[in-house]
Structure formats: structure tokens, C-alpha cells
């Protein structure tokens, strides 16, 4: 069927609200534009915007020759409860806010003429959702239409069935599905386009001699060109042979794989939900700058374009199905219509995955405590046998809080709508300290205890008890913060393959070293690989220069947890997450905020709050907690040359130095078992002049493409400035603004002005270039002007 673009001319207002609304281009995000405050119903879980419902309409018209022909729109994801309207009749609804689904349209046409279409979005039944969901068409729209000989939409199905490496060659199976009868023609192009393979047939056996594999190293792409009539489909592909079993654990085309993963939620910082292409490839190249070679999609199913770059660029995928199953976390969660929808929700998945070499494993779902129930354990088997009839290629997870799973069947943190409501009416009448329910008593618990209490809970027996039928019915056994359950399973379950499908960042290290020798230790999923907007405050650490002691409740925006944080910017982490998965040997170092005492709120979820950085002007004498990150036997720490202590790295690749603070250069050194140098990394005081940097992360811009320009405050050499605090404000000549902020958790201002205040010397903008010519970007502060052009071309040159 032919694919066409139907994003454009888009208008979108509140459910019932009168005008005649606003013009925008899909994907959109409705809830940016709303305002943050106390009423909001969704709260903290939110980032307490306020949220409504929305109707989307255009008028568009479909070509009389398509009137005996099919019809369909897709929709990547509407946030939730759509409604589409055809004339002002209803052609389809899907509850299920983070599914791609279709709407055949062409009983409700009139061809050859004007027609409307109208999208109803709800999203004021709040709460809903325990992260920030946004609202509205936040992912692409395509209509897709085809006269009498097409290939279906999904139509196409490849996968590697066979390869000799001793020969270089491999099978590949494509199966083209045709409307009518007839031999489809399929073409395979290599890497380079030329031509690999050729055939005439429904199912068509490939044999593709000097096969380039896909690995996360070596990410070749195939296409596999199929025409049937005037029809033409499309599909990349890479060859690549997954196997999982007891003895290899995950192995790609033949190599064994450790998963070095890391949890994403859905946004794109400052930008919303909107899944724009740009800024789902930025994510991914981010990731695997340092370090990981796998994500997981949390906890719902991941775009369309998030799947592509991971193609492009060899990032794994764990794509998850939902957050709860027919237990609510949240009044007006998806608990009401899961039971009805799964099998619809998990075919969709599937033919949104099937094609794709970076998709190795499906998530039922996220610490679902029905895993603990015969009613769950039984829903468990179900969806993992289900999945298999579909895709028999991949394995299937489920993430399962241990500890959780045992409170829950005592009483503790359950959920019910009395809870809730008793809730919200204690917090209106007096704003009094929460009673938590559900999900929000073990998060409030984990922040309070520690990370070390709940991996110690997941020990007790009767932990095993509450999900060893439930790992029973899954190929991989999801353990969120079980990672000291990991020995003592693998010896009582010799055949039970373990993931790490949420864990700590301190864990890093020991998982990887474990993993190294048991490779049935299959993988590790650090929650959060990058920050997010949602579940504010629950991983922060701020101080009171940036997150007053008395600020109001709804300035707190994303949770703090990400090792990247939600300007894309990696912190120190981050740094140690790339020598713990053994990205880099080390040594790197980070600093903690020298002027800074004390933290905002305990949280599990955040290792430190060191950085990168030596500058720290007025601290001089002051004590410095310094952290070295090295593969290494032993680090030591010189100031200015002088040695100021040596440490041994023990089953650790992290050492905490406590100095005096004291400008000049700072060096850590790295030693193996005898005395030799591994390796030596430097931080240097920024001298005293100071600018503010704009840094464009391309060179160029494609025409209406999104560019991301970093501001950063440095000295002249371009050392950054953290303790600068600066106000700045920023213009777009011939393209726009789309999003602008800081990485700070509380965050008053939001990313939807043209304004911002710095956080550690740091904030990003993001902006669409016009057609043609050179975008101009202009960043003012108290200071002055400074300003940078990037030429736009077109999108298919690089």
C-alpha cells in the first residue's frame, strides 16, 4: 500500500472549548502547553501539569480511483482513549495510549471530495499514569492507500534462518502476503544497494553469499524491495541469528552478548512525548556513547523511530508491553481495559518489531504484582505462549519486583480507588503529608531505606515463592533489584535464565563482572539510563540554591534518575557506568559540588551527584569528594602534581578521595597488579574571563529538521563553569523554538519559553530550521549577545 505523510494541517483545541482552535503539526503534545500547579489531579506522577481532553481535526480529500481500493490510517500513538471520527462518524477507538493501531477509513469517505476527520484524545480522567504521558497525537499519523493488487500493510515478514560462517553465506525468509492471487517480486539489496538476491514467491528462501551480519558493532542493513502490481514495499532488515538458552545464555550470531542495558522512558525532555525523529536517534547515539548497548522501552511499547535508530546505530531492544496488567497503580490506569485488549495490544507490537535486528526480547509488563497470583501466573504463560505464535524468534520477560511481589501479597502498598480517594480528599482539605498507595509506597520506601534494603528483602524465601511460578511461564526471568538473588538461583534453577530488568547504578560493576562468568546472567537494565519528566524528585538531589526549601510543590518536574540527565548531558554517572561495563579502562574522575552540603531528599535511585569538572571558584580549602572510575588494581589522586592519596580498587572500579579543594590540575592515575601505568586523565580550573557557549551538536541542519544547541558557561579554552548562574534568552531567525531548559529537577519555568535559567552553568535549546538558506540562533544573557548560523539542506543529503 502506499504510504503517505498525513502529519500536516493539523488543527487541535480542549474537548468543548470554544474558538476555533490552534494549528499544529502532529506529532504534538498537547499537556506542554498547559499549566503546572497544585490542581493538578495527576500530581507528582506528571510533573503537575494540569490535563484535559482534546479533540485534533483536519480536512483532507482522497482521490475518486481509490473508491473500490482500501483505505487506512495509522495511528503511532495517541495519548489515550482515541476516538476517530470520519465524517462525523465513528471509525475507531483504542483505549491504549502508547499503542500504534489502524483505522480503515474507506466506508466513511467521500471521494473525490473534502473530508474531516476529528481525534478525540482524553486525558483528563486523572490519575493515569505514574510518569509523565503527555496528551494528543504525540507520535506520526499515515494513511496508507491501494487500488485492487497491493501488499498489505505488515505484509512483509523477515527473519535469518540460517548462517555458515565458515561460507560467509546466509538464509533469509521473506514472506510478502499479496491481496490478490500472484507471485509478488522480491529484491534484497546489500548495504551498498547493489543486488543480493532475487525471487518470485509468497515465501522466498534467500541464500545471500559474503553476508554482512548485524551485531551492535557492525549494524549492516539490508533492504528487501517487494512490488506486487504498481505496489511497492520497503523494509530494512539486518541478518542476524538470536539464540537464548541455559547453557550460552543470549548469543548473536553465534557470539555470546551481555546486555548492558538502560531504562527509557517515552519523552524527549525538553521537547514532551513528541517522538520526533531527530530527537529518538539522539537518545539512542547518547546511550551508546557511553556505554550501553541495550535499552528497554518502560514501560510500553517504543516508536516506530526509536526502533529505526536503534537499527542504525546497534542498540538492542527490549520492547514492553504495559505497566500494570488488571491491577490498577492508578485510578484511571490502562488496569480497566487490559484484560480485553492485551492480545490486540500484543499483535501490534509485534508487527511494529518483527522486521527489526535491534528488537531481541519482549516485556509482558513492569513489576505487575498479579505475577504473584494464580490468576497472574496463569496471565503470564498465556502472553508469553501467545507472543511465541507470533514471533517465535525472540524471548519473553516479564520485570518482577521480588521484594515487592511479597509485601504486596501482605497487604502492603496495595491499591484500591477507596485509598485514593480518601487521599486526594486529605490533601485538599488541609495539603497534608500523603498516605501512599500502590507503586508510590515502594518508591517512597526504596527513597527512604536505601538501594540495600530492597535487594536484601528480594533474598527472604518466601520471595522465591512469590515469583518462581511466574518465572516458570517466561523464557527470561525478570529480576527488578534482585541482584543478590543471583547466586542462589542460578545453583536452585539450573536452567533459569536471569535478567537484571531494572537495577541500580552502584550495581554496575558487580553485575558485569558476574555476568562475565555465568552467562545466564543474561543482562542488566539500570533505571535510569536517562532522566525523564514524571515521577518528580523521586531520584533528585537538589540543594536549596536550586530547589528552595520553601518552593511550591509543583516546581518539581522530572525524577532526577538518569545518568544522562534530561538535557541529554552526561553526568559523573555516567562516566562510571563507562568504565563498569568496560566502554572505557579508565581513569575518569568526577567531583561533587564542592560548595554544596547536604541533599535535597535520600533517594535509591542516584549513586552520586559528582561531575566532571575542577572549577569550583571561592571553595578554596574546602573539603572535595573526588571520585575516580578505573579497570584498575590501583588509582591515585595527584593536586598540582603532589600526590594526595593512593587507594586499591577491590572488587570495585570506584575510589572516593577526600581532599582539600584548591585551583590548578587535577590527576588521577591508574595502576595494574605491578606497579604499571595504565592510564592517566586529567581536570583543569577554568580560568577566570568567562563566556557563554553555543555549541551546535551538527554542523548543518536538514530542512525542517530539529538541530540541538547546547549553552554552556566556560572560560576561553571552553572549560566549563558550573557555579556560573546566569538567566539567558534565545531567538530563532528563519525556524523556531521548540523546546529550551535546564536539567535541574525543580524547575518552575518548564522547557516552553524562550527563557531559562542555567543549572550548573548548562542549559539546551532545540529548534526547527526553516526550507532553505541559514538558521540563525541568538542567546542573550546580562552579559550580551551571542549568536550562530547553521546552513539547512536537504533531507536527503548528509
Known sequence: MKKLDFNN????????ESGTGRKVTVPHDAM??????????????IGWFESFDYVYWKHFSVPAEYENGEVLLEFEGVYHNAEVYINGKKAGYRPYGYTNFYVDIAPFLEFGQDNEIRVIARNAD??????????????????????????????????????????????????????????????????????????????????ISDAKLWNTETPYLYTCVVKFGRDEVREQFGIRMLRWDGQDGITINGEHVILKGACIHHDNGVLGACAFPEAEERKIRILKENGYNAIRSAHNPCSKALLEACDRLGMLVMDEYTDMWYIHKNEYDYAAYMQDWWKQDLKDMVEKDYNHPSVIMYSTGNEVAETGQKKGIQLTGQMT??????????????????????????????YSDDKARKEAESAAAEKARKKTVGSEFYNTMAGLLGDKAMKIGATLHMCDVKTRDAYANMDVAGYNYGIFRYRH????????LILGSETFC?????????????????????????????????????????????GESWGWLTAGSGRINILGFPNGEAAYTRVALEKEKGPLIAVKPVYQRGKHSPSA?????????????????????????????????????????????????????????????????????????????????????????????????????????????????GIWKPMEKHHVKVTVENGTLE?????????????????????????????????????????????????????IVDKGRD
Open 32 to 45: 506542554c502547553a498547559e499549566r503546572r500547579s497544585e490542581q493538578s489531579r495527576g500530581q507528582h506522577n
Open 126 to 207: 486523572q490519575p493515569n499514569s505514574r510518569w509523565y504521558t503527555g496528551s494528543g497525537i504525540y507520535r506520526p499519523v499515515w494513511m496508507y492507500v491501494a487500488e485492487d493488487m497491493y501488499i498489505p500493510v505488515n505484509g512483509v515478514k523477515i527473519r535469518t534462518t540460517g548462517y555458515s560462517r565458515k561460507e560467509k553465506t546466509a538464509r533469509v525468509e521473506i514472506k510478502a502476503a499479496t491481496s490478490l492471487p500472484g507471485e509478488p517480486e522480491i529484491t534484497i539489496l546489500d548495504p551498498d544497494g547493489r543486488v543480493a538476491a532475487e525471487g518470485h514467491h509468497h515465501i522466498f528462501q534467500a541464500e
Open 385 to 414: 505462549r501467545y507472543l511465541h505464535s507470533l514471533d517465535k524468534g525472540r524471548p519473553v520477560t516479564c520485570g518482577i519486583n521480588i521484594f515487592f511481589n511479597f509485601l504486596y501479597s501482605m497487604g502492603l502498598g496495595v
Open 739 to 791: 523546546g529550551l531548559g535546564n536539567a535541574c529537577s525543580y524547575n518552575e519555568d518548564g522547557y516552553w519559553k524562550n527563557n531559562t535559567k542555567t543549572y550548573y552553568g548548562e542549559a539546551l535549546a532545540v529548534i526547527r530550521a526553516g526550507q532553505t538558506g541559514r538558521v540563525k540562533v541568538t542567546v542573550t544573557d546580562k552579559n550580551g549577545e551571542y549568536s550562530l548560523e547553521l546552513p
Open 9 to 16: 494541517d493539523w488543527y487541535y483545541k480542549r474537548l468543548n
Open 506 to 550: 552502584r550495581d554496575a560493576y558487580d553485575f558485569y563482572e558476574l555476568a562475565k562468568r555465568e552467562p545466564r546472567i543474561v543482562g542488566d537494565f539500570v533505571w535510569a539510563g536517562m532522566d525523564y519528566i514524571g515521577e518528580a524528585g523521586i531520584g533528585a538531589w537538589e540543594y536549596d540554591d536550586y530547589a528552595p526549601a520553601d
Open 489 to 496: 538461583d542460578l545453583k536452585k534453577y539450573p536452567e533459569r
Open 605 to 717: 535511585w542516584k549513586m552520586t551527584d559528582a561531575m566532571e569538572s575542577w572549577t569550583w571558584p571561592g571553595c578554596e580549602g574546602m573539603k572535595a569528594a573526588v571520585e575516580v572510575y578505573a579497570r584498575a588494581s590501583q588509582v591515585a589522586l595527584y593536586i598540582n602534581g603532589k600526590c594526595a592519596g593512593k587507594k586499591k580498587l577491590k572488587k570495585s572500579c570506584r575510589a572516593i578521595f577526600c581532599v582539600p579543594y584548591q585551583k590548578g590540575k587535577l590527576t588521577a592515575v591508574a595502576y595494574d597488579e605491578n606497579g604499571k601505568i595504565t592510564g592517566k586523565h586529567s581536570l583543569c580550573t577554568a580560568a577566570d574571563d568567562t563566556k557563554l557557549s553555543v555549541l551546535p551538536e551538527q554542523e548543518k541542519i536538514h530542512a525542517g529538521g530539529l538541530g540541538f544547541i547546547q549553552l554552556r558557561y566556560t572560560d576561553l579554552k
